[in-house]
């Protein structure tokens, strides 16, 4: 069973920056997608970056360029979301999903088709 687990969230001043982990662990395959995601108050929940394995070489995926990047550690299972220069709109949970046995790029999945779900981490940015 896949788990993951985020941290690193909290509440930050405009012009901060964090950066978000998500433990991943219990993967069958050894090729997956782990995707970032944000919901703010009111609003879809939104692809920021994500993760994919295909062919067994990691590649990443920014929907959103600029101040987000995703990075990973593949010893420890952690993938990183860096978030620069936040602004108060960056407010929201960011939580990170995964799915297991997928071989494509990872900017190929929907939201709807992740299967494992975080339970997020709230980010607050305050002027």
């Known amino acids: 069973q896949v788990q993951l687990v985020e941290s690193g969230g909290g509440l930050v001043q405009a012009g901060g920056s964090l950066r978000l982990s998500c433990a991943a662990s219990?993967?069958?395959?050894?090729?997956?997608?782990i995707g970032w995601f944000r919901q703010a108050p009111g609003k879809e929940r939104e692809r920021l970056s994500c993760l994919g394995k295909p062919w067994g070489k990691i590649t990443y995926h920014n929907f959103m360029m600029g101040r987000f990047a995703i990075s990973s550690d593949p010893a420890s299972g952690i993938v990183y979301l860096q978030i620069n220069d936040l602004q108060i709109d960056d407010t929201g949970v960011y939580s990170c999903?995964?799915?297991?046995?997928?071989?494509?790029?990872?900017?190929?999945?929907?939201?709807?088709?992740?299967?494992?779900w975080g339970q997020g981490t709230q980010v607050t940015v305050s002027p």
């Open positions: 219990g993967f069958v395959e050894d090729e997956y997608a």
């Open positions: 999903a995964a799915v297991d046995d997928w071989g494509h790029q990872c900017s190929a999945l929907k939201t709807t088709e992740y299967d494992y």
